[in-house]
């Protein structure tokens, strides 16, 4: 196993790495674009994870042959976010991705400096409800209104908040756009449950970390 002790801090992407939520966001994505009489499958929603509603919504405008109008494209995210809140209110730990928490714990006991970067704005409240704010300093999300991965802003400023350099940070990402986002920001990460070659591990969970 390789040794993921040696930095000063770790920086956890949110959905699929911490929480299965994206399971979530997807079924409210689908839930959005069936007014328009088709959906994503997963094979298609995989790579647009992280990458922000407007890019998603041009993906399936691509998909349907046509452009979406803006209206069309405001109902479709009013009708997700809806059904993502609908959805979150079922919330709880049996979401935790499997080792996460003891992970945290153990990062804790070490005094590392822990944060989440994602890009949605979902994050606080989320973390909140499944009571795990008290393992980080740092939470940079969407309502920082910064650029979508695969830009690295959104590492780059928990790095920043954390006061500490880029060299010195270790993510978690599981997205394509997330672990790109990770290379741009010349950070070493872990892939969690998805291949990546520039990866220093590649993990299922974080249950044999």
Same mark, same amino acid.
């Given at each position: 196993m390789i040794d993921i002790k040696n &930095?000063?801090?770790?920086?956890?992407?949110?959905?699929?790495?911490?929480?299965d939520t994206e399971s979530l966001h997807f079924?409210?994505?689908?839930?959005?674009?069936?007014?328009?009489? /088709?959906? %994503?499958?997963?094979?298609? &929603?995989?790579? %647009?994870? /992280?990458?922000?509603?407007?890019?998603?919504?041009?993906?399936?405008?691509?998909?349907? #042959?046509?452009?979406? /109008?803006?209206?069309? =494209?405001e109902k479709i995210c009013k009708v997700k976010d809806e059904y993502f809140k609908e959805l979150c209110k079922n919330v709880d730990k049996s979401l935790l991705i499997n080792g996460v928490e003891e992970f945290l714990i153990k990062l804790k006991k070490e005094d590392k400096k822990i944060a989440v970067a994602s890009s949605a704005s979902t994050t606080t409240e989320l973390l909140k409800?499944?009571?795990?704010?008290? &393992?980080?300093?740092?939470?940079?999300? #969407?309502? %920082? #209104?910064?650029?979508?991965?695969?830009d690295?802003?959104?590492?780059?400023?928990? @790095?920043? %908040?954390?006061?500490?350099? =880029?060299?010195?940070?270790?993510?978690?990402?599981? /997205?394509? =756009?997330?672990?790109?986002?990770?290379?741009? @920001?010349d950070m070493a990460f872990v892939a969690v449950g998805a291949k990546c070659d520039k990866a220093i591990l590649e993990i299922k969970d974080f249950t044999l970390i």
């Open positions: &930095y000063k801090a770790y920086i956890f992407d949110f959905d699929g790495v911490v929480m079924k409210a994505w689908n839930k959005g674009f069936s007014h328009l009489g /088709s959906t %994503l499958t997963e094979e298609e &929603y995989l790579p %647009l994870k /992280s990458t922000g509603r407007k890019h998603i919504v041009n993906t399936f405008s691509h998909k349907i #042959g046509r452009e979406i /109008s803006e209206q069309e =494209a409800k499944v009571g795990l704010t008290k &393992y980080f300093s740092v939470v940079a999300d #969407g309502n %920082l #209104g910064l650029p979508k991965k695969p690295p802003a959104v590492f780059l400023k928990a @790095a920043e %908040l954390l006061k500490v350099e =880029a060299k010195d940070c270790l993510v978690f990402e599981d /997205s394509i =756009a997330g672990l790109k986002a990770c290379e741009n @920001a």
